[in-house]
């Protein structure tokens, strides 16, 4: 019976972007172990294949690779040469040896990968948009740097995965964002009011979609709208938009989102001064559908 996969993580701790490389390898319940990469003397340690060597780890024998624990494959940060320590002896080994970039891309292959908007917003400790895809029903994988700096990944069964864009450029693996499936076609646009936001289809003209209140956080403002129409491209329905971002409207009352042409403009309810432009009867909102 074959040994269950172990990962040998040879990387300094001081590498950029190594922490996220531990929350992936944990999200995906993957064992590993790390090592610095030194090329101290690990000769008597690889005379042995790794499938020769006993299960029961009992012997009084201290070797270096006793120490680094049994593994069934190499993963190398960053790339090396050839003819470097490390790859020599998984060769040795029979162990596979792959750079960290090869890595992450092999496990990321295929997935629709979905770049964090940096600064992160986050909603109930979550990036904003992992938060509104979660509650809609999508499942998104996410990778995410909590506010006190730790790392966490949360592996679910979706399509999406969602990894922050800086840490990519940190693992110099960012081609992963240049795939075609990743080419973002914008579907969906805002404008900032006075008194809200309200979203559109863009394309074939502007068809109102929904108003939702202003961001409390200006500096926030731009990159929570940027997550919305973001979700709104990939076909989270407005309902759950709102759903998930409940709390906005915990002060509003259902004539705020009223609107009607009079004169060839219309106006918000309560007589708050809010002008909105013309257009024909189907770009103003049915609201009482929602």
């Known amino acids: 019976m074959w040994p269950k996969r ?4 040879v990387a300094s701790s001081a590498a950029p972007g190594i922490d996220g490389v531990r929350a992936v390898l944990k999200g995906l319940q993957l064992e590993f172990s790390e090592v610095e990469p030194t090329t101290e003397d690990l000769s008597d340690g690889f005379t042995e294949s790794w499938f020769e060597k006993p299960f029961d780890c009992t ?20 790339e090396v040469a050839e003819d470097d320590f490390w790859r020599r002896k998984a060769l040795a080994q029979g162990m596979n040896s792959q750079s960290i970039q090869s890595f992450i891309h092999n496990i990321l292959f295929g997935e629709q990968i979905l770049p964090i908007s940096e600064p992160t ?12 895809l979660n509650e809609a029903g999508f499942e998104p994988t996410i990778l995410w740097q909590t506010t006190d700096g ?6 679910r069964q979706g399509l999406h995965c969602l990894i922050p864009e800086s840490w990519l450029v940190s693992l110099e693996a960012e081609n992963l964002l240049e795939s075609e499936n990743l080419q973002s076609k914008e579907k969906a646009t805002w404008v900032v009011r006075e008194t809200g936001v309200d979203f559109y289809h863009a394309r074939g003209g502007l068809k109102f979609i929904g108003r939702m209140p202003r961001w409390a956080e200006p500096a926030q403002e731009h990159v929570v709208y940027q997550n919305i129409t973001r979700c709104l491209d990939l076909g989270v329905s407005w309902l759950d ?45 049915d609201w009482w559908a929602r």
């Open 59 to 78: 012997s009084a024998s201290t070797s270096s690779f006793e120490k680094l624990g049994l593994a069934t494959e190499l993963v190398f940060w960053p």
């Open 241 to 285: 938009i709102r759903l998930a971002l409940s709390f906005l409207w915990n002060s509003a009352i259902m004539t705020d989102n009223l609107r009607w042409n009079n004169d060839d403009f219309g106006w918000n309810a309560r007589a708050s001064g809010d002008k909105l432009p013309s257009g024909p009867f189907e770009y103003v909102e």
């Open 121 to 132: 917003v986050f909603i109930e400790g979550r990036p904003l948009l992992g938060h509104v």
């Open 6 to 9: 172990k990962i040998q993580l």
């Open 150 to 155: 730790k790392w966490q990944c949360e592996r």
